[in-house]
């Protein structure tokens, strides 16, 4: 029997990148897998790979930064599939990087929006389901909400992802009494999309180097990872072989979090 047959597993951002890997890993672990996408479009696609695959498969769509879109998607899951097991909070963006005077309040309130309230608002939905019969919760925050790395502009999404990592600790001690883990994942410099959506403006200004992050890698050299890598550790957060794993950061980043 697969690892994690007859359980209900959420994962937003599954439209692409780790999230799509962390979509598709769960469903071979037999997971029901809730497909979140920004756009519908995005969910069905990963559905049909998961579907290829044999596996099961609910494709949703929401902007996480939308407490009443995130709240309906978590009855729809209740109404459907009458349980919740396991949530990976992934969606996220780079937003734009710039010196901090030429950050507008909007900007700023974009990344903080999707990355940390995005996070909140899937984990505060989902913890009456959870309750229930335990589970397990995954934040994909990154490096940069626990290290400071070169002077990036980076300062929203570094806020964002320490704000992830800060409210991930807390979750995991009020509900860890009612049998809910919760853990952080911090990646490294990841082979995804999401660099092609960053807006970095002015941030030459800063230093930033235009190589980063090669080089800087131990396990790599110049190599990034990959979605895949991350997938895995998540899938391994939610299994029964970290049930005694909570409230804790993993990083995957091939060392890159020791040098930068
Ligand atoms: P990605 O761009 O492929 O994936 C991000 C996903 O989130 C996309 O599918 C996107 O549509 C979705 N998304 C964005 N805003 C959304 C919103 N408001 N509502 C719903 N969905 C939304 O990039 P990725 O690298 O796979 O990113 C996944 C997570 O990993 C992010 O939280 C990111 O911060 C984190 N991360 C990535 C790296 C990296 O190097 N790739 C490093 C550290 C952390």
Redesign the pocket.
């Known amino acids: 029997m697969k690892g994690l047959e007859g359980k209900v597993a959420l994962v ?9 890997a962390t979509a598709v890993l769960l469903a071979r672990e037999g997971a029901t897998v809730v497909a ?4 519908q479009e ?1 969910a069905d696609d990963v559905a049909d790979e998961i579907r290829r695959g044999g596996g099961s498969v609910l494709p949703v769509s ?4 939308d407490a009443a879109a995130v709240r309906d998607v978590l009855a729809r899951v209740e109404q459907d599939l009458g349980r919740l097991d396991v949530v990976v909070a ?5 937003g734009v990087w710039a010196p901090l005077e030429e950050l507008s309040p909007e900007e700023w309130a974009s990344t903080i929006g ?2 940390l309230s ?1 996070t909140f608002h899937t984990v505060r939905f989902a913890v009456p389901l959870l309750v229930r019969q335990g589970g397990s919760v995954v934040v ?5 909400g626990t290290r400071t790395f070169s002077n990036s502009g980076a300062s929203a999404y570094a806020t964002s ?1 320490a704000g992830q990592v800060a409210f991930a600790r807390m979750a995991a001690v009020e509900l860890g009494p009612r049998g809910v883990r919760v853990n952080s994942v ?10 092609d ?1 960053t807006e970095q403006r002015n941030t030459e200004d800063l230093g930033v180097p235009a190589d980063f992050p090669e080089g800087q890698i131990p396990l790599t050299g110049e190599e ?1 990872g990959v ?1 895949a890598q991350v997938a895995e550790t998540i899938v391994y957060l939610v299994s029964d072989a970290a049930s005694h794993v909570t409230g804790t950061e993993v990083f995957v980043d091939g060392g890159q979090s020791l040098i930068a």
């Open positions: 937003t951002g599954a439209g692409s990148g780790i999230g799509r979140l996408g920004h756009r995005s929401a902007d996480v930064a992934n969606a996220g963006v780079n999707t990355n995005g994909v925050s990154s490096i940069n992802k911090c990646p490294g410099a990841i082979d995804t999309e999401i660099g959506n990034p979605a």
